[in-house]
């Protein structure tokens, strides 16, 4: 084989209380990747989209990754990337983890799958380390694995797969902003004992809700006592989105990765929708440029097409 195409897509990080442990693939929207070998030993990246994302490989997401991927190999070959991009940079559903997964997923089919997923993810940290300054897996481990998953540990990339009920999952993504390295940066550095119970009693209540398909425990552990209320005040119409999709008949939602979009899960498509033409309503109204997308748990990660 000496060309791949692959579909990358986004994901839901964090989902409220599990900051940094929790995230799930969505069917919408996806990037598209096009991969192809060269003789020369060099990684060629054009994009046709019109993002104006970096192309020199040292500074693009997706170079990055390749590139780590191709150390760990002593690849002697290069390749020949051309990305489409339909998940927005910045917009908080995992714009540059799709970019990181995406080509690491499509590079070791072309290669004959030297690695399995949890190196893919390592080598796509790479990418996402550029993109945030930081190591985080969520979203990269949902776009690799599909699904739900929970990464218990960071470091040692404990990945575990969950499953969940059917799920709808509303957001809106409001055009302005939000870096995630700034995000990161105003978190506070401590919390408090009563914070953290709170926070780990709604985690593993999220957890258990997923896996028991128990809606309301779902509902009632969609809280965030920690970074909700420092991101929140970066987005306008936050507590809008969050009221009104609620009195829609959503399970709850928040802050979608590190923002700015907000996402609210719900039960069926008719709730969703309504919770979609609520997020609509309220952006009118401020005045902000949005984009909105209905979509359910992707249940496998970047495949092939
Ligand atoms: N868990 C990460 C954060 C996701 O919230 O900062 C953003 O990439």
Redesign the pocket.
């Known amino acids: 084989m000496q060309s791949i195409k692959v579909k990358s897509p986004a994901t839901l990080?964090?989902l409220c209380c599990g900051?940094?442990i929790l995230g799930m693939a969505l069917n919408e929207p996806y990037d598209i990747i096009e991969l192809s070998k060269i003789d020369e030993h060099k990684i060629i990246i054009r994009h046709t989209d019109e993002f104006n994302l970096p192309t020199d490989p040292k500074h693009n997401i997706a170079g990055v990754a390749l590139q780590s991927m191709m150390d760990a190999l002593n690849y002697e070959g290069g390749f020949d990337i051309i990305i489409e991009k339909k998940i927005k940079p910045g917009s908080?559903i995992g714009s540059s983890a799709a970019s990181a997964a995406g080509i690491v997923v499509a590079a070791n089919e072309l290669l004959g799958k030297p690695f399995n997923k949890k190196q893919l993810v390592a080598f796509a940290m790479e990418g996402e380390l550029l993109a945030?300054g930081s190591r985080?897996a969520?979203?990269l481990a949902p776009c690799i694995y599909g699904g739900l998953v929970l990464i218990r540990d960071t470091s040692s990339l404990d990945i575990i797969e969950l499953d969940t009920p059917p799920l709808f999952i509303t957001i809106v993504h409001p055009q302005i902003e939000i870096k995630?390295s700034y995000?990161?940066e105003i978190l506070p550095k401590e919390v408090s004992l009563k914070s953290a119970v709170t926070q780990w009693a709604n985690v593993a209540g999220l957890v258990s809700g997923f896996l028991k398909y128990d809606y309301q425990l779902i509902s009632r552990s969609l809280q965030d006592v920690i970074?909700e209320p420092v991101r929140s005040k970066l987005i306008p119409g936050f507590d809008e989105v969050k009221k009104m999709g609620i009195e829609a008949g959503a399970l709850g939602g928040g802050i979608s990765?590190?923002g700015p979009s907000l996402f609210m899960l719900s039960e069926n498509q008719n709730i969703a929708k309504s919770v979609e033409s609520d997020m609509k309503l309220i952006y009118n109204h401020l005045g902000i440029d949005y984009k909105t997308y209905v979509s359910t748990v992707a249940k496998s990660g970047v495949e092939v097409i």
């Open positions: 990080s964090n900051f940094d908080g945030s985080h969520d979203n995630t995000a990161r970074v990765g590190s």
